[in-house]
C-alpha cells in the first residue's frame, strides 16, 4: 500500500518493520550531559590549535567567542525542537518538519558527513598519541592502530546503548581529570607564560601581539574554534532513548554546553602558553604533549603518561561519535532515505548495521586522505566542520519556520532566546561557512564534501518512492 505527497511516494509498512527497528529508552540527564561533553571533549585535544597558526592567539579568541554564540542560539533551539519532535534523526526530523523530506535529508546527509568524518579524524589523531608508546614495543603500520581502535568501540556501541553511554560518560570524566591536571600543573609548576601566547609570527604591516594575520586571520580560525563545539549537537540524536525527554533532554543540552564553554576557555589560554608557545602549539599535532613534557621531562616513562592519559582523554569522544553516525544512519534508513536494511537493530536493540557502515566508510575516507595529504586530522577536520555548518544553518532556519508553520507543536520546553537567537545564529552560522569557502587551504575538503552531496543529492531522487510513512520522523511531518 501506498501514500502520495506531491512528488514523493510513501509505503504504508508492516508492524514488523517497526518492531524490527526499535531503540532502547534508558538516557538520563547525568548521561546525556556525558554524552554532549564527551561528543566534544576531544576538541580540547587537538585540532583547534591550528587556528593559532591561521589567526594568532586573540584571531583564534575571537573566532571561539563568535562560535561559542553561535552554539548557545543553536543549542537552545535545539532543547526546544528536541522536546516537541523526539526522534532519533535529530536535526533531520526537525529540518523535516520545516521544510520537507528533501532538505530534510539533505541535512540528514550533513550531519551524517559531520560524525563519520569527525570520528575518522579523531581516530587518526589518536594513533598520532599512541604511535610513540607502540611502536617501541611493537612496530605497527598506523592502519592496523586506526582499525583497533575502531573495532574496539564499535563494538561497544553494538553491545549495548546503556554500555556506550556508561563508557562514554566514565571517560569524558577521565577526560575532564586530564585536563584540569594539566591546567593546574601549567599554572602550579610556572610552566604558563603569558607572553607565549603571543609568539606567532606576524604578516607584514600587523601586530604581532593583537592580530598577527589581521581579521583574514579570525576568518581563518574559525573552522578550528568550531572544533571546541563541534557535535554538541549529538544530543537530539539520543531523543527516542531519553527517559522523559522535556524535563532530561534541555538539562543535558545546557550543562553540557556550559561545561565545555569553561574548558575551552581554559585550553586556548593554558595550552598557547606552555612549551614554544602559540607558534610551536598551532603546528603540533599533539599540542597538550608539549605541557606534559615539560612536566614530566621526555624519556620512556613520561612518554608512557603522555599517552596513556591523551589517549584516555581523547577515547571520551570515539563511542559518543560512532554514537552519533549510528543513529543518524540509522533514522534516515528506517524512513527509506537509505537503504532499509541498514535499520535493523538486532536483539541488543542497537543499529549494529548503521554502525558498521558508518565505519566501514570513515576508515575508507582516513585511509584516502592520509595517502594524499600531510595534515591529515586538519583536512578531515575541516571537512566535518562544513558539513556541520550546513546542517546547523539548515536547523536554525526550521526552527524559525516551525514557530510560525507548526505553531500547534507542543512544547514542554521553550528557549528563552527565541527566534532572535535563531536568526543570531544563523548570521554566525553563515559567517563561518564563508569563512570556510574563503580560505583556500580548505578547499580540497570542501570540494570533497561537496561532492558527496551532489552524489547524496542524485540518490534522494532514485529512492524518494521507498520511504516508509510510519518512520516516526516522517509520519509526525505528515500529520500535519
Not at 575571537?62 to 523526539?86: D, G, H, Q, R
Amino acid at each position: 500500500m501506498r501514500k502520495y505527497t506531491s512528488m514523493i511516494s510513501y509505503e504504508i509498512v508492516s508492524e514488523n518493520y517497526l518492531r524490527r527497528r526499535q531503540l532502547k529508552v534508558g538516557a538520563g540527564s547525568l548521561f546525556l550531559w556525558g554524552l554532549g561533553v564527551g561528543a566534544v571533549i576531544s576538541g580540547d585535544f587537538y585540532g583547534w590549535n591550528y587556528g593559532l597558526i591561521a589567526g594568532g592567539f586573540w584571531g583564534l579568541t575571537i573566532a571561539t567567542f563568535l562560535m561559542a554564540i553561535m552554539y548557545i542560539c543553536m543549542v537552545y533551539s535545539l532543547a526546544e525542537l528536541s522536546v516537541a519532535l523526539p526522534h532519533a534523526g535529530g536535526l533531520y526530523s526537525f529540518t523535516r518538519n520545516a521544510f520537507g523530506p528533501f532538505w530534510g535529508y539533505i541535512c540528514g546527509v550533513a550531519v551524517a558527513i559531520e560524525y563519520v568524518f569527525a570520528t575518522a579524524a579523531l581516530v587518526y589523531s589518536m594513533s598520532n598519541y599512541l604511535k610513540p608508546l607502540i611502536t617501541n614495543l611493537f612496530p605497527l603500520p598506523s592502519y592496523f592502530i586506526w582499525l583497533i581502535l575502531y573495532a574496539i568501540f564499535v563494538a561497544i556501541c553494538i553491545q549495548s546503548m546503556e554500555l556506550s553511554l556508561y563508557v562514554s560518560f566514565w571517560l569524558t570524566l577521565i577526560a575532564i581529570m586530564v585536563l584540569g591536571i594539566f591546567y593546574v600543573s601549567m599554572l602550579a609548576a610556572d610552566f604558563f607564560k603569558l607572553e607565549l601566547l603571543f609568539n606567532v609570527p606576524a604578516n607584514s604591516g600587523q601586530s604581532a601581539t593583537w592580530l598577527p594575520k589581521g581579521w583574514q586571520g579570525v576568518f581563518a580560525a574559525i573552522p578550528y574554534a568550531i572544533w571546541f563545539y563541534l557535535a554538541i549537537e549529538i544530543l537530539p540524536l539520543a531523543s527516542e532513548e531519553t527517559l522523559d525527554v522535556s524535563k532530561n533532554m534541555p538539562r543535558g543540552l545546557m550543562s553540557a554546553m556550559f561545561t565545555l564553554i569553561v574548558l575551552s576557555v581554559l585550553t586556548l589560554v593554558l595550552n598557547s602558553g606552555v612549551g614554544g608557545g602559540a607558534f610551536a602549539i598551532g603546528q603540533s599535532s599533539v599540542p597538550l604533549s608539549a605541557g606534559l613534557d615539560a612536566y614530566f621531562g621526555k624519556g620512556a616513562t613520561s612518554n608512557f603518561i603522555t599517552a596513556i592519559a591523551l589517549t584516555l582523554g581523547l577515547g571520551a569522544s570515539l563511542p559518543t561519535q560512532i554514537y552519533g553516525y549510528g543513529r543518524i544512519i540509522f533514522s534516515l534508513s528506517r524512513a527509506g532515505y537509505l537503504p532499509r536494511q541498514f535499520s535493523v537493530t538486532g536483539k541488543n536493540k542497537t543499529p549494529y548495521r548503521a554502525l558498521i557502515l558508518g565505519t566501514a566508510v570513515g576508515l575508507i575516507c582516513v585511509m584516502l586522505v592520509d595517502i594524499g595529504s600531510e595534515q591529515v586530522d586538519a583536512l578531515i577536520l575541516n571537512m566535518a566542520v562544513f558539513a556541520a555548518l550546513i546542517s546547523y544553518i539548515l536547523v536554525m532556519l526550521s526552527y524559525i519556520k516551525l514557530k510560525f508553520s507548526r505553531a500547534e507543536l507542543k512544547r514542554a520546553y521553550e528557549s528563552p532566546l527565541g527566534i532572535p537567537g535563531a536568526a543570531i545564529g544563523t548570521t554566525l552560522a553563515l559567517f563561518a561557512l564563508i569563512a570556510c569557502l574563503s580560505v583556500p587551504t580548505y578547499q580540497v575538503g570542501i570540494w570533497g564534501v561537496l561532492t558527496v552531496m551532489v552524489l547524496a543529492t542524485l540518490y534522494f531522487f532514485f529512492s524518494r518512492n521507498r520511504l516508509v510513512a510510519q518512520a516516526p520522523e516522517e509520519a509526525a511531518a505528515l500529520k500535519k
